[in-house]
T-cell receptor, first 109, second 116 residues
Framework: GQNIDQPTEMTATEGAIVQINCTYQ??????LFWYQQHAGEAPTFLSYNVLDGLEEKGRFSSFLSRSKGYSYLLLKELQMKDSASYLCAVMDSNYQLIWGAGTKLIIKP | GAVVSQHPSRVICKSGTSVKIECRSLDFQATTMFWYRQFPKQSLMLMAT?????????EQGVEKDKFLINHASLTLSTLTVTSAHPEDSSFYICSAREGQGTYEQYFGPGTRLTVT
């Protein structure tokens, strides 16, 4: 079956760095997405990786290793507004998104 | 950037009634739209995929006669929850994809449905 695993919850301090991991097993692979979702709101796009390596976009970076079925989202210089759930999603061979359950990130001052 | 709107944002209805939710792509043509539902503290669950002008493809376990989806134009898709029951109360989110060769989905703000 298809499976996306990510930690349920993480806590970090304002100004620090946090890494949210995601491992996946899917039928085919057409890219991995990270989305941010604040409570009661729809997800917003953060990043898309289809090749191995690190993609940097401002304070956020995303890494992919296809051979290991592994990705992480790195958030630097954490701000209170970064408190949200972070969803990992993999596009399978049918171009459908398979979603992880999300990681709730709590930022403490 | 690409914007997707949903209406209404919140709706409360009585058990047994039907509710229609609209999803519009405001500044692009969406060849494919997706409907998701999300229960508290759970992941997004894909309900169906719709392509403009054709019947929606429903995921396993989703009743097509209960959740009616119409993708009448390249900018509008509707989800109608028929004969709603309290267990249908959920957060319904639509997303839209612009066309072939594009993988990013743009999400609407979601609709909170409460069935009393």
């Amino acid at each position: 079956g298809q499976n996306i695993d990510q930690p349920t919850e993480m806590t970090a301090t304002e100004g620090a760095i946090v890494q949210i991991n995601c491992t996946y097993q899917t039928s085919g692979f057409n890219g991995l997405f990270w989305y941010q979702q604040h409570a009661g709101e729809a997800p917003t796009f953060l990043s898309y990786n289809v090749l191995d390596g690190l993609e940097e976009k401002g304070r956020f970076s995303s890494f992919l290793s296809r051979s290991k079925g592994y990705s992480y989202l790195l958030l630097k210089e954490l701000q209170m507004k970064d408190s949200a759930s972070y969803l990992c999603a993999v596009m399978d061979s049918n171009y459908q998104l398979i979603w992880g359950a999300g990681t709730k990130l709590i930022i403490k001052p | 950037g690409a914007v997707v709107s949903q209406h209404p944002s919140r709706v409360i209805c009585k058990s047994g009634t039907s509710v229609k939710i609209e999803c519009r792509s405001l500044d692009f043509q969406a060849t494919t739209m997706f409907w998701y539902r999300q229960f508290p503290k759970q992941s997004l669950m894909l309900m169906a995929t719709s392509n403009e002008g054709s019947k929606a493809t429903y995921e396993q376990g989703v009743e097509k006669d209960k959740f009616l989806i119409n993708h009448a134009s390249l900018t509008l898709s509707t989800l109608t929850v028929t004969s709603a029951h309290p267990e249908d109360s959920s957060f319904y989110i639509c997303s839209a994809r612009e066309g072939q060769g594009t993988y990013e989905q743009y999400f609407g703000p979601g609709t909170r449905l409460t069935v009393t």
